[in-house]
Structures are given as C-alpha cells and as structure tokens.
C-alpha cells in the first residue's frame, strides 16, 4: 500500500483522472483505509467545485483557512521527504 505522502502526491492527478490505473488503484486501496486523505480528497473536490464556479470570489474563512493549512502540510512533507532522502544517500547515490 502507498503512503500518505505518495497519495498526496497524487491528488490532483487521480482527481484529474491523470493517473495510470495502476496507480488510480493504489490511491483508492489508500483511501479505503486512510481517513486522513479520504478528507484531503474532499477539501481538494470542495476547493476545486469553489475555484471553478468563480475566479473573483472570496474564498470562505474555512476554506481559507484549510486551504492554507493544508500547503503548509504539503510543504513540510516535502521538505521531510527531501531531509530524508539526502541522510539516507552519502552524495554520489549509494545508500549508507
């Protein structure tokens, strides 16, 4: 099963219908057990329905406030992800 990160990572893709049905599975496998993302899943469909019905509307306090939130989380995954990988490499590939 992929992690939350990699399911994150391919939110926008799988909503978009933009993935492989290999990984169209491995998402909803990921869903079916992760309630975390299943709301990630629903904040991104409800921003995407409030973005698309109109550019010049203000974004509700909640929503704002979610959507702001939930870049943060995103930043922070990657910038663990990419801490993580430059520890777990000594700078010419080979795992240490």
């Avoid at 203000?58 to 930043?75: K, N």
Wanted: proline letters at 2%; one cysteine or more; glycine letters at 4%.
């Amino acid at each position: 099963m992929i992690s939350c990160a990699d399911a994150v990572q391919q939110l926008w893709d799988y909503l978009e219908n933009e993935v492989t049905a290999q990984d169209r599975e491995a998402v909803e496998e990921h869903l079916a057990f992760c309630r975390r993302c299943c709301g990630e899943v629903e904040f991104a469909e409800e921003l995407r329905t409030v973005l698309g019905e109109a550019s010049e509307v203000e974004l509700p306090p909640d929503v704002e406030s979610r959507l702001i939130s939930t870049l943060d989380d995103l930043d922070t995954t990657q910038e663990d992800l990419s801490s993580d990988e430059s520890i777990s490499t000594n700078g010419e590939g080979d795992m240490t």
